[in-house]
């Protein structure tokens, strides 16, 4: 909106913009649009998947869907719809046995960390993706959830890179597609999304569940422990 003379003017719809200067005495104010976030994804083993979207969910103070972008068969992508804000990011389907393997936006590392775009500047996010990713085989009670969460919460994700599967009718259960690092792993029977997805709530059982350390292109077998009920109602009732 645009003071002029006691008029009030509002703007067309248009673009997101930010404020580059402010002049009281003169009301004058420069504004400039948010740029757009750009980048490329390319393969450690030269083998790009065919089709690649990268979704962007913002992380702090704003409530909304994730925003996609798709690449193209060359890598490259644009999100124009950038906000200032910062994102949680991640990519919808990667082929099995794929995982991040390096990712900066800027010249720094965000392969676990947000995406801040919070002045609005866009800019160059370079993906790495590997096909050795990890895999995590094993069994547990039937009718039951497995969920791993890594040692070190990943911060770029909104889950904390929490992944999870249920058992099967064997007992049996296999996640692929894991990032070589170490990791918690265990069985809950009932236990509501918003605490699942919660890395701090998880990190409250790191004692209770069993520790994995996956090697790039490994594969590590575990027979895994039953949360119980009162040990989850326990933690539960200690929340703030």
Not at 5 to 31: M, Y
Not at 180 to 197: N, R
């Amino acid at each position: 909106m645009n003071v002029r003379g006691g008029e009030r003017t509002r703007f067309a719809p248009g673009p997101e913009v930010t404020v580059s200067s402010f002049n009281l005495e003169g009301l004058a104010v420069s504004l400039s649009p948010v740029r757009p976030i750009t980048g490329r994804v390319t393969a450690e083993n030269g083998n790009l998947p065919a089709r690649i979207s990268l979704r962007f969910l913002p992380a702090v103070g704003v409530n909304g869907a994730p925003s996609s972008a798709i690449a193209k068969a060359d890598g490259t992508f644009e999100f124009p719809l950038a906000g200032t804000v910062k994102y949680w990011w991640n990519f919808a389907g990667l082929p099995e046995g794929t995982y991040v393997k390096s990712a900066g936006f800027r010249d720094q590392d965000v392969t676990h960390s947000l995406l801040d775009n919070l002045a609005g500047l866009g800019g160059d996010l370079q993906i790495v993706l590997s096909s050795k990713a990890a895999r995590l085989n094993g069994t547990g009670p039937k009718g039951t959830t497995v969920r791993i969460w890594p040692k070190i919460a990943d911060l770029g994700n909104n889950v904390g890179g929490m992944r999870s599967v249920l058992i099967d009718q064997d007992g049996a259960f296999q996640i692929t597609g894991l990032a070589p690092g170490e990791y918690y792993v265990a069985a809950w029977k009932d236990l509501e999304s918003g605490l699942a997805e919660s890395p701090e709530f998880l990190a409250r059982f790191n004692g209770d569940a069993s520790a994995v350390r996956l090697d790039e292109g490994g594969r590590v077998t575990v027979d895994v422990k039953l949360i119980p009920g009162d040990r989850v109602a326990a933690e539960i009732a200690r929340l703030p």
